[in-house]
Nanobody
C-alpha cells in the first residue's frame, strides 16, 4: 500500500528549515506530477506544492515564498525545501505521485518553540 519513501521530517523551532525528500516509484512519464500534501490534526489533507516532470510548479498560498518544490528526474526524487517555518506548518507531510496515485507513509513535521 505504501509505494513511496519519504524522509526529512522532524522537530524545528519557528523560523527554522527542513528539507523533505521522496523517492518516486517506477518509470516517470512526461506527464507525471509529483506533489506534497499535509494533514494537520483535526484538518483535511491539503495540497502544499506540485511539480511536473518539466519543472512547472504550483504552491498553496500559505507556503508561497517559503517552500520550494523541486525534482531530480534522473534520481526519480522530489524535494520540498521548507524555510521560515511556522507553527501552523505542523502536520504530517505526504508525497504523492500521479497519475498512478501513489502515496508515501508520511513524515511528521513539528514546528514549536
Amino acid at each position: 500500500q505504501v509505494q513511496l519513501v519519504e524522509s526529512g521530517g522532524g522537530l524545528v523551532q519557528p523560523g527554522g528549515s527542513l528539507r523533505l525528500s521522496c523517492a518516486g516509484s517506477g518509470s516517470i512519464s512526461s506527464i507525471t506530477i509529483m506533489g506534497w500534501y499535509r494533514q494537520a490534526p483535526g484538518k483535511q489533507r491539503e495540497l502544499v506544492a506540485l511539480i511536473t516532470r518539466g519543472g512547472s510548479t504550483n504552491y498553496a498560498d500559505s507556503v508561497k515564498g517559503r517552500f520550494t518544490i523541486s525534482r531530480d528526474n534522473a534520481k526519480n526524487t522530489v524535494y520540498l525545501q521548507m524555510n521560515s517555518l511556522k507553527p501552523e506548518d505542523t502536520a504530517v507531510y505526504y508525497c504523492n505521485q500521479r497519475p498512478e496515485d501513489y502515496w508515501g507513509q508520511g513524515t511528521q513535521v513539528t514546528v514549536s518553540s
